[in-house]
């Protein structure tokens, strides 16, 4: 499977800092690139190649990241004259010859907490060209309900029925001709609406994740927030809620199908309370204790233990003040966040 990343454009709306770097290497958080969030993801999806489509500053990043990263190889297709997503796509598909291969495509300023492993798998070649990652828009505003006369309540910028497009897609079999009517412009006007009405576009969901489009200064700041204690993993994310000297307490989100290395805590003594979703704590003993909502499941110090998410998994740990006392005894997936 290929991934390929739209990361050419010139970040104009978060000027100055994108005047002398590109957009993809602004940092959510030192040392870690909105780049270096796209190579994880497409890595742990299971890409052997990601073609990076680059344009303004391409060299910057070619200098970042090299042939190789987060184990997989990277490749750069550079568009000179910026002529839209469409003609970007188009070079580096023709560059690495992807006809007949399954290929994921994602914008380079986004980021998902989707399992896109799963996404990839379910796009079936016999039912669609195309998937596309759909997710539920946010208000940009605060909601005001009316009664009959009087107003009822307020709701604070909330999540709509509506979805809108995730920036992530799709192609379970490449076929070049999906491009034959169109040489330029951008992907979502001009290839996308075609799909659809041939009825070959799919959709994914998955409701509930973090999501947001890196597009100006004031989603920055969100997403630096976000990662301002957070750190991605093969399964998900680990984010420190509250550490004092006398204990620990952080989040846990842990992807369907996915689970944690095997690993134990020398010292740490921990509680899981699981806020969502389904799973299980499996020992190397062979023992195991479910996790369903509201449940809360103690690991003792020594204990060789890995958590595996049958649903999306949410996470409370509760613990002794150890936040680096892990001993892995197998990694399942042979990708970190570096």
């Known amino acids: 499977m290929i991934g390929m990343i739209l990361c050419g454009g010139k970040g104009t709306r978060l000027r100055p800092l994108t005047e002398h770097i590109p957009k993809p290497l602004v940092e959510l958080k030192e040392g870690y690139t909105l780049l270096d969030r796209q190579l994880f993801d497409l890595a742990t999806a299971g890409c052997e190649k990601a073609v990076l489509l680059t344009g303004y500053l391409s060299d910057r990043i070619e200098e970042r990241f090299g042939k190789k990263a987060y184990g997989i190889k990277v490749e750069y297709a550079v568009e000179e004259e910026p002529l839209g997503t469409l003609n970007a796509i188009r070079l580096g598909t023709e560059q690495v010859k992807c006809k007949g291969k399954p290929l994921i495509i994602r914008n380079g300023d986004v980021i998902a907490d989707l399992n896109l492993r799963r996404m990839a798998q379910e796009a079936s070649p016999d039912v669609c060209d195309l998937s596309m990652f759909v997710t539920r828009m946010r208000s940009p505003y605060g909601i005001v309900e009316l009664g009959d006369r009087l107003v009822r309540t307020f709701r604070e910028k909330p999540l709509l ?34 799909v659809a009405r041939a009825n070959r576009l799919a959709y994914y969901k998955e409701d509930g994740l973090f999501w947001i489009a890196v597009d100006t200064s004031k989603e920055l700041d969100q997403a630096r927030k976000e990662y301002a204690a957070r750190t991605d993993k093969p399964w998900g994310y680990e984010k420190i809620l509250v550490s004092t000297e006398k204990y620990l307490t952080k989040e846990l989100f842990i992807r369907d199908g996915f689970q944690t290395s095997l690993h134990l805590h020398e010292k740490k003594d921990e509680t899981m309370y699981v806020i969502q979703g389904t799973g299980y704590v499996e020992f ?45 005894k197998k990694d399942f997936y042979g990708v970190r966040a570096e």
């Open 161 to 194: 029925d509506a979805y809108i497009n995730g920036g992530v897609y799709v192609m379970p079999k490449f076929d070049p001709a999906i491009f034959s009517s169109h040489r330029t412009g951008n992907i979502e006007t001009t290839v996308f609406p075609e």
């Open 284 to 328: 190397d003993d062979g023992q195991r204790a479910t996790l369903t909502r509201n449940d809360q499941v103690r690991i003792e110090p020594g204990k060789v233990h890995t958590i595996v998410a049958t649903e999306n998994l949410v996470l409370h740990e509760f613990s002794t003040p150890h936040p680096t006392d892990t001993v892995r």
